[in-house]
């Protein structure tokens, strides 16, 4: 893949970050680099004040800095810098920092040396990754502590990831026969002062949520037909009347899918309207769709601009605020609180479903209930992670806690906003897994008249886990939901829902 600092999207993102794909620099990109670094150059042997380069930091702004001292002034800030806590970041979630941040230097307005991107990209295609904590990014100023990590390891003195565990980075990239890089001036500043931690966190989780709501999808058709709902309200005609475009898309597949289902056809004749978990489903799963490509379009834009600071054009050079990651933190609160409502209209299914008044199935979803109580508990479960995903929906932006004397008096807290992404989809996926056993076993109750999708759903589900006859550990049927959902058998079904994003 070659990057330009124009062309970034979610799909390069995937390929690089879950796909090992390697990354180098376009001929145009590296010319704007050297434009770039020339134009600072001149600049600075002008005598003109430079921010970060010689000058200190944030509030010490002031102090001004010597020439000879201004290679020792970047070094110290990627050391100081380095003050991060928490767990490590994932192999994804740090690639995916390195390709962003790698792509918004491309674009030629930081100062910065070609070495600088050419090293950044080394690392990222040998398959090592530094060790960076997942907390310490107020998001404002950039994401300061992460990609100080993330420096501090491409100059030798930070750690990396080897085998799950923490290593020194000098030991890693001797082994990987990868020199360590000598920071010069402005790189370490225009290395930290941006938004590529949020942006590439937030990124990966926009990749998984792509995929819980084509799952959610799929996981819906074979309980909504158990429940023997109608798919009136799914008429496209109707849905149209709504300008609403993740609506029309998300109801047009479900329609078209229902209408090979015998039972629904049954219950199109006689039913009048069914309850909103049901009936709603392409006004819910459309809303959430829409509220998906709109922080899509956020991220790409983020991820192809420049973000650092001050910038450099010519013979003009500026101190703004690109850094300030309230964009990608406003975004990334939205997808946490679409999210947490996608799981919560599946509960609600699963609620229905495992009741025997509202479903006319047998109680909770076994044969002998009183002495076997079934999936009773799974529904329980999923009420667990719903209320733990509203606790994470508060919104990160809409906390601010100065910094750097205050100098730095309003910060975006997106860092965290884009972090709780992370549990949120994995609480997702737990949530429509349950949703996956239950349907499969609602089928088994009452079998006659499915549509071909879900009888073929079912019966990938029944080579992996067995019918429910009496109770067991429904724990392990979860379980093996989750990983089975992530599997290559099931891609070939996950490929017939992929419509709702066409």
């Known amino acids: 893949m070659i990057i330009d600092g124009e062309s970034l999207d979610l799909d390069s993102v995937y390929r690089v970050c879950f796909l090992g794909e390697k990354v180098e620099i376009s001929n145009e990109a590296e010319r704007r680099i050297r434009e770039g670094r020339e134009s600072l150059l001149k600049i600075i042997e002008d005598g003109r004040t430079v921010y970060g380069v010689n000058t200190g930091y944030g509030s010490l702004l002031n102090v001004k800095i010597s020439r000879e001292d201004s290679e020792k002034l970047q070094l110290n800030l990627i050391r100081s810098h380095s003050s991060g806590s928490g767990k490590p970041l994932s192999v994804e979630k740090v690639r995916a920092m390195m390709l962003v941040?790698?792509?918004?230097?491309?674009?030629?307005?930081?100062?910065?040396?070609?070495?600088?991107v050419n090293k950044i990209l080394e690392i990222l295609n040998s398959g090592a990754y530094p060790f960076v904590p997942e907390y310490g990014s107020v998001g404002a100023s950039g994401d300061l502590a992460p990609l100080a990590h993330l420096c501090l390891a491409l100059i030798g003195e930070g750690e990396m990831m080897v085998d799950g565990a923490r290593a020194e980075a000098s030991t890693v990239l001797g082994r990987l026969g990868i020199k360590p890089y000598r920071l010069r001036e402005k790189e370490a500043i225009s290395f930290i002062n941006g938004t590529s931690a949020i942006t590439g966190i937030g990124s990966i989780e926009l990749i998984r949520a792509?995929?819980?709501?084509s799952l959610a999808a799929l996981s819906f058709i074979p309980v909504m037909e158990a429940l023997k709902g109608t798919s009136k309200a799914f008429s496209p005609w109707a849905l149209e009347t709504r300008k609403q475009k993740g609506q029309i898309k998300v109801g047009r597949l479900l329609y078209e899918v229902l209408q090979g289902s015998q039972r629904i056809i049954e219950q199109d004749r006689?039913?009048?309207?069914?309850?909103?978990?049901?009936?709603?489903?392409?006004?819910?799963?459309?809303?959430?769709?829409?509220?998906?490509r709109y922080v899509e379009s956020v991220m790409v834009s983020e991820m192809n601009s420049t973000t650092d600071n001050p910038l450099i054009k010519g013979e003009e050079y500026i101190s703004c605020g690109n850094f300030h990651g309230e964009p990608v933190a406003l975004v990334s609160d939205f997808l946490a609180i679409a999210l947490t409502d996608l799981g919560n209209m599946i509960e609600r299914r699963l609620a229905r479903i495992t009741d025997s008044s509202l479903s006319g199935l047998d109680p909770f979803l076994v044969k002998n209930s009183g002495l076997n109580s079934g999936f009773m508990i799974g529904q329980?479960?999923?009420?667990?992670?719903?209320?733990?995903?509203?606790?994470?929906?508060?919104?990160?932006?809409a906390d601010s806690i100065p910094t750097c004397a205050n100098q730095e008096d309003h910060v975006s807290m997106g860092a965290n906003s884009a972090l709780k992404l992370e549990e949120i989809n994995t609480n997702i996926r737990r949530i429509i897994a349950t949703e996956m056993v239950m349907g499969a076993q609602a089928m088994d109750l009452s079998p006659d008249g499915y549509s071909a999708l879900s009888v073929e759903l079912h019966?990938?589900?029944?080579?992996?886990?067995?019918?429910?006859?009496?109770?067991?550990?429904?724990?392990?049927?979860f379980e093996k939901m989750e990983m089975l959902m992530e599997s290559e058998e099931f891609r070939s079904m996950l490929e017939k829902i992929e419509g709702i994003w066409h």
């Open 101 to 116: 941040r790698a792509n918004s230097l491309c674009r030629g307005y930081s100062g910065i040396s070609t070495d600088l």
């Open 210 to 213: 792509k995929m819980n709501l």
């Open 270 to 292: 006689i039913k009048v309207q069914d309850a909103y978990t049901l009936r709603c489903t392409p006004q819910v799963y459309g809303a959430v769709q829409d509220t998906i």
């Open 380 to 397: 329980y479960s999923a009420a667990a992670l719903c209320n733990r995903n509203k606790i994470l929906a508060y919104p990160g932006s």
């Open 459 to 477: 019966d990938i589900i029944r080579k992996h886990i067995e019918y429910l006859h009496e109770d067991r550990p429904v724990y392990r049927d």
